[in-house]
C-alpha cells in the first residue's frame, strides 16, 4: 500500500491519538470518489504538538475534520483515549467531543456574527449546562485575559474585532470546556504577519497552560516548524514522510518534501534550489496515479514507482518515516 | 506575555451608526396608525359602515367626508372596516407562511438528505401549481370565511418564503461557527436555535413587512373573482370591486380610488419599511 | 524630474465614507528605474493595493487622488481619455491575486487573449489566436494549442495565473505590475510563477512592480523594496540593504516577528504587538508610534518625513534602528518598562 503502513506508530502509553488507516472519499457520482485520504496512519503522545505540512489537495484538513468526525470517514480507526471515535454514534460521541476542540482557519466565519463574544466564549459550557454560576463568569474572565481579549468587551459582536483578535477568541472558546487535545486548521493563515505571531505565541502558551496535544495544520512551512516537535507531510491524500521537527527540516529524505523546502521563497540550507523545481499539474484526486502518487512529478522515478505503492518506512534508525523507493540520501544532492 | 498595548481601538468604537431615517418611520407611522384604526372601528367617530341612509353616490367633502357608495354607504367608514380584514388577513396570512414554510426550510437546509428532497419535492410541487387553481379549489371547496382567506393566502406564501429559508441556511450551516457549535458537543436542535436562526430569521423578518404586502394584494385579486371573505365582510378588495361598475368608474371615480390608494399607501410602506429593515438587520460581519 | 521610468510624488488617495475619510494613502513618492524590479511591502490596509490601482487608474470615482504620476515623463494622471487604450493594458499592466477576477469565467482562454490584441493592437482574429498560443507557450504552458480553446474553470490555479500573466504581456508591456499574483497558489507553484515573472523581466527589458505582503518573496526578487504601513511609505531601501540593516522600527520588527525555516521549533516569536491603525482621520504622529518599541515623546508630534540617505535608502523615523538614536530611545524605553505611548516592554529583548 502507497504511503501507509504502521511503521510509525509507536507502542507507548502515553499515545493520546492514534489514527490508523484512514480512508475519506468523498463521491460525486455513482461511479466517482475524489480520494481525499488514503490510508494514513500516525499517532500523537500526550503534550506533543503534531504538524501537518502540505499543499491544497493533500488532505491535511481531511485529516483534522475526520477526527472530530466533521467529515464521514470512509474507513479506518480514530482511536482516542482507547475508544475508536469512528465507532461512536449520537450521544456517545457528543459526550467525548468537548475533550477534542478545533480552531479554524477564518477567523471570521468561525464566529457568529449576531451573537456576543461572551456569549461565543461561554457557549460550551453552557451546552454542557456549566453556563450558570459565578465560577464560570471568572473562567470565561480568565481565558479572555489569557487570549489577550479584555473582559471589558466581552458585549461586543465579532465584527468589531480585527481577524486576530476574532482568532483569539475562537481560542478561547475552544478552550472553555478544558480540552484534551486541540485541532488547529491552518490557523493563522488568514492573519497579518504582523499579528501572526501573536496568535502562534498564544497557541504556545495555552499548550503549556492547560496541557494540550496539539494537531496544528498548516501549508507554511515556517509556522509548523515553529509550533512542531514532529511534523508529518502529505502529498494528494497519503504521507511521504514523518519525523521530528529538526529531522524533517535538517535531512528531508522524500523528494517531495525536498521539492517543498526548495520551493519556499527563501529555501532550506539543507536543500538545492533547483529541486523545487518540480514539473507538472497536481493529478486529480478523482483519479490518483497507481503506484507511487508523487510518480507523476517525481525526479526519482523509476518503474517500480507506477506499479508499486510505497509503504511508511523507518530510514535513519531514529524517528523518522519515509515512504519512497528511493529516499533521497541526504547530501548526495547538495552542492560541494 | 500577550498583547501590553493598550488598545484603545481594541474594539473598533463608534462601529458606524446606522439610521433608518424618517421615511422609514412614517411607513411604520402609517401602518400603525391604520392598523390602530381598524382594530378601534367600532369605536371611531365614523359612520356605520353598513347603513344605506345616505344619497347614494355623494361626492367628496359632502355630508360624508370621503363620499359614498352606489348603495349610499360611507366610503371612509367602509375603507377604515376594510383595513380590518385586509391587514388581518395579510398578517394571518403571512405569519402562517412563514411558520410552515421557515421551519420546513431551514429544517430542509440543515439535515439535507432524504428530508431536503421531500421538503423540496412539496415545494416544488406547490410552486408548480397555478396558486389561482388552488386559491379556487380551497374557498370553492371551504367556507369563504376569515381564516380560510388567511391560510389560502398562507399556503401561497410556504413554498417562496420556505425556499429561502432553505437557501439562508445552507448558507449558514456550512459555516465554521457552526461547525465549532457542533465540535463543542452541540445537539442538532441548539444548533439550530442559537446559531442558524438569529441568521436566518432576522432578515427573513423583515421580508415578513414585504409579504404581508403581497398578501393584501392577493386578496384584492381574490375579491375580484369573488373568492374573497363572504357575506356582509368588508375588505379592501371588495370595496374596489364594489366601485368597479363602469359608471361608478367614469363618474364617482373616488369610491373606488380611495381604497385603492389605502392599499397602494399601505403596501408602499410594508415595503420600504420591510427594505430599510432588512438593510438595518444585515450584521457587518468584519471591522474592515 | 528624475529620468526614472516611473516617478510617483506626494500620492494621496482618500475615500470618503460613512465613517469620515480613509486616507488610504498618504503621501507616497518613488521612482522605479527601467528594467527594474521594485517589491512593495505591506499588509492588508498599508496602501499598498491601492497605490497600483491608483497608477493602473481603477480606483472608483469616489476616490479623491492627489499627487503626480509621470511615465516616461509623462503625466499619467492628465491622459485623455482616448488615448487611455494604448497606455493602460498597452505600456503599463497589471496581474492580480486571484485570477479568476481577471478571467472571464464562460469564455475560452485564447478568445480572452485574443480579445486583448485585437481592442489594442487591432489585430486580426487569425493572427491574434496565433499570436495568444505563442504567448501561452512562452508562459510555460504545455500543450497551448489545446488550452487556447479550454475555459478558466478547466485550468488549475496555477496555469489560470499564467494564462492571466500571457494576457498581461499580449501588448509587450514596458511595466507589469503584479499585485499579490502568488498569493492564492502554493508554494511550489509560486517558485515556477516568480521565476516565470523574473525570467520575462529579463528577458523582455521590462520592469516591475511586486506588490507582496511576503517579505521572503520580495527579498528573494526584488532589486528594491519598499515597505508601506498605515498609507504611508517608511522605509525604501536597496533589497540587500533593506533586509541585513533596517532602519526603520516596523520593518526590523516584521522581519523579528516572522517564523524562520533555520530557527529551532518552539523559538518564541517576537510579536508586534497591538493591531495595525484605524485609516479614517489618523491622528498627526507616527503612525507606527503605539506600537514601536523605540517611540518617544516627539513621535507623537507631526509625522515624521522621509529622510533620503545617500540615494540607496530612505526612511520615515525619528529614531531609526540600527543606529546611535534608536539604540538610546529602546534602553530609555525598556528602563521605564514601556514606551510613551504605553507599550510595555516586558522582558530585556534583543537590542536592535
Known sequence: MAGSGHASLRNSENVLLSVRDLVVEFPISRKERVHAVSGVSFDVAEGETLGIVGESGCGKSTVARAIVQLNKITSGVVEYAGTDLAQLEGEDLRRVRPELQMIFQDPISSLNPRRRIRDVITEGLSIWNEGTGSWTQERIDELMNAVGIDPKFGDRRPHQFSGGQCQRIGIARALALD????????????????????????????????????????????????????IIVMYLGKICEIGDAETIYGSPRHPYTRALLASIPEPAPTVDPSEGNIIGELPSPIHPPQGCRFNTRCPHATEICFSVEPTV???????????????????????? | MIASVPEPNAAIDGAVEKKLGWAFWLSVAWIGGLALAAVAAPWLPI??????????????????????????????????????????????????????????????????????????FVFFSLLSFPSLVLALLITATLSRSFWTVAMTLGILGIAPIGRLARATTIQFAEREFVQASRVLGAKNGRIIVRELLPNVLIPMGALTLLGMGISIVAEGSLAFLGLSVEGDAISWGKSIVDGSQVRDLTENAHVALVPIVAMFLTVLALNFAGDRLREYTDVKETAF | MSNAQLSVRDLEVRFPTSRGVVEAVNGVSFDLERGQMLGIVGESGSGKSVTAKTLMNLLPRTAEISGDIHFDGEDVRAIASGHRKHFWGVKMTMVFQDPMTSLNPVKRCGEQISETLRYHLGMSREAALKRSIDLLEQVGIPEPARRVKQYPHELSGGLRQRVVIAMALACEPELLIADEPTTAVDVTVQKRLLDLLDELRRDRGMSMILITHDLGVARGRCDEVAVMYAGRLVERAETEVLFSDARHPYTTALLRTIPRIDQPSHTRLVPIEGRPPELVNPPDQCSFAPRCRHAQADCLEGVPTLTNLDGNREFACRYPANTEAGRTSFFANEAAGQTVTGLTIAQPSEVN
Open chain 1, 179 to 230: 480540552p484534551k487535545v486541540l485541532i488547529c486548521d491552518e490557523p493563522v493563515s488568514a492573519l497579518d504577519v504582523s499579528v501572526q505571531a501573536q496568535v502562534l505565541n498564544i497557541i504556545e502558551d495555552m499548550k503549556v497552560r492547560y496541557g494540550l496535544t496539539i494537531l496544528f495544520i498548516s501549508h507554511d512551512l515556517s509556522v509548523v516548524k515553529n509550533v512542531s516537535d514532529r
Open chain 1, 313 to 336: 518506512n523507518a530510514v535513519d534508525g531514529n524517528d523518522h518515516f519515509v515512504a519512497c523507493h528511493h529516499p533521497v540520501e541526504v547530501g548526495v544532492s547538495l552542492p560541494a
Open chain 2, 47 to 120: 359612520k356605520d359602515p353598513d347603513v344605506l341612509g345616505a344619497a347614494p353616490r355623494a361626492g367628496l367633502f359632502s355630508d360624508n367626508l370621503l363620499g359614498t357608495d352606489a348603495l349610499g354607504r360611507d366610503v371612509l367608514a367602509r375603507t377604515v372596516w376594510g383595513a380590518r380584514i385586509s391587514l388581518g388577513v395579510g398578517s394571518v396570512g403571512i405569519i402562517l407562511g412563514l411558520t410552515v414554510g421557515g421551519t420546513l426550510g431551514i429544517i430542509s437546509g440543515y439535515f439535507r438528505g432524504v428530508v431536503d428532497q421531500l421538503i423540496s
